[in-house]
């Protein structure tokens, strides 16, 4: 049994999802959004008749606060925490996760994430590539899936996939999109794992933002491909026309609006889109990429 624990991220549904499995061996939860919306996730995990401590088993898609935040929480707990080898430091010694944080949110991390605390090493579980972890009677399987992130995990156990944020944001009636976010955005990355991700064909895939795709994942799948690629060459064609970043904000976010509205959402959902993936973060992201992979694609 799976159920989808609303965090209420700013008081918003719908926004940002901790993936709970019911399993021989306790709740297995699948990313455990921020700390600063643990109180609600006890809340949600109330309603299926479990308490914290029942969580025995928490998959990380990645380390940013708005899938690791609550670890520590539910490490303290009694959970196992389990994580790509690239994540596994920072959550151990958060300090470097918080500074590089900082930089992007500034004062509004608290309000944004919570409480920040390092998870215990022995409570820490490095997964590899392939890694398989049995749960009761269910296997879990961890598939390295970069692109979005460098240390990011997507896992599969029978036919469903919990997708992390390399899987696409979708949002109410709107369109898959790619979270592009600083600093370790890499979009050949980002598309190899898409193919891997489509090779699992899975008849379930779970959003973090946010829920289930359960029809047409293949389609999802194409739509997610085809804006990682579209909005990357949006970038470096406005890179290669000399715009820099302050003056790219403004028009990027206008041009994500606007797919979103062709693609299905409303103006609502719209915000709720830049709530869960914030358009400026993208900018940062695909200027450091291009700079970094593909300097002379983008030299004036
Ligand atoms: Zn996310």
Do not use: C
């Not at 606060?65 to 010694?93: K, N, P």
């Not at 500074?99 to 409570?123: C, H, N, Y």
């Not at 719209?270 to 993936?277: F, H, K, L, N």
Request: aromatic share 8%; hydrophobic share 40%; no cysteine.
């Amino acid at each position: 049994m799976v159920h989808i624990l609303d965090t209420r991220q700013l008081g918003r549904p719908g926004i940002i999802a901790a993936t709970a499995v019911e399993t021989a061996d306790g709740i297995a939860l699948f990313d455990t959004g921020p700390e600063s919306t643990f109180q609600n996730i006890v809340g949600e995990l109330r309603k299926i008749g479990a308490a914290p401590e029942d969580v025995r088993h928490v998959f990380l898609s990645h380390i940013h606060f708005d899938h690791a935040g609550s670890a520590w929480r539910f490490a303290e707990a009694g959970a196992t925490i389990y994580v790509h080898s690239r994540g596994a430091r920072h959550l151990i010694d958060p300090a470097k996760l918080v500074e590089s944080a900082t930089r992007i949110f500034g004062d509004d991390m608290p309000k944004l994430w919570g409480r920040v605390a390092p998870v215990p090493e022995e409570r820490v579980r490095v997964l590899q590539d392939g890694e398989v972890v049995r749960v009761g009677a269910t296997d879990v399987r961890a598939i390295e899936t970069p692109g979005h992130a460098s240390h990011h995990h997507v896992y599969h156990w029978d036919e469903n996939v919990f997708g992390g944020d390399v899987a696409g944001v979708r949002i109410g009636s709107g369109p898959p999109i790619p979270p592009f976010v600083p600093p370790e955005l890499h979009v050949e990355s980002w598309l190899e794992s898409i193919d891997k991700i489509r090779a699992l064909h899975p008849a379930r895939l779970y959003l973090p933002h946010f829920g289930v795709v359960d029809r047409d994942i293949p389609a999802h799948l194409d739509q997610l491909e085809e804006r990682v690629r579209r909005w990357s060459a949006w970038f470096r064609d406005r890179m290669r026309a000399g715009e820099d970043e302050p003056q790219l904000i403004q028009p990027f976010a206008e041009y994500e609006a606007a797919d979103l509205l062709a693609g299905g959402a409303t103006r609502e959902i719209v915000r709720d889109y830049e709530t869960a993936d914030p358009s400026f973060m993208a900018v940062t992201a695909a200027l450091r990429y291009w700079r970094k992979y593909h300097a002379q694609d983008v030299a004036l």
